[in-house]
């Protein structure tokens, strides 16, 4: 059974830097294709980021891309998101999420609030 958990969210102005950390356990993390999802108040689910392997290929969501960067390292078992001039629009609960095979697993998130 694998278990995702993050941290790293907070209260941060606009223009500022944060960076979330998921750490996983219970399985082959390098096995896992990880993505970062996020839920803003009243809105779906959507798409962050993703990334295979390191240095492998990295897939944004437009209103991110330029502003973010998902990295990971296998070593640690651990998946990050650097984000840059962070936005209010970017308030939301962000979600690491782990996919192998068939089978997903999520971790039940850190909150990012953007706000001056």
């Known amino acids: 059974q694998v278990q995702l958990v993050e941290s790293g969210g907070g209260l941060v102005q606009p223009g500022e830097s944060l960076t979330l950390s998921c750490a996983a356990s219970?399985?082959?993390?390098?096995?896992?294709?990880m993505s970062w999802w996020r839920q803003a108040p009243e809105k779906e689910r959507e798409f962050v980021a993703s990334?295979?392997?390191?240095?492998?290929?990295?897939p944004y969501a437009n209103s991110v891309k330029g502003r973010f960067t998902i990295s990971r390292d296998n070593a640690k078992n651990t998946v990050y998101l650097q984000m840059n001039n962070l936005a209010p629009e970017d308030t939301a609960v962000y979600y690491c999420?782990?996919?192998?095979?068939?089978?997903?697993?999520w971790g039940k998130g850190t909150l990012v609030t953007v706000s001056s």
């Open positions: 219970g399985f082959a993390f390098e096995n896992l294709l």
């Open positions: 999420k782990g996919m192998l095979g068939g089978t997903i697993y």
């Open positions: 990334i295979r392997t390191p240095g492998g290929q990295t």
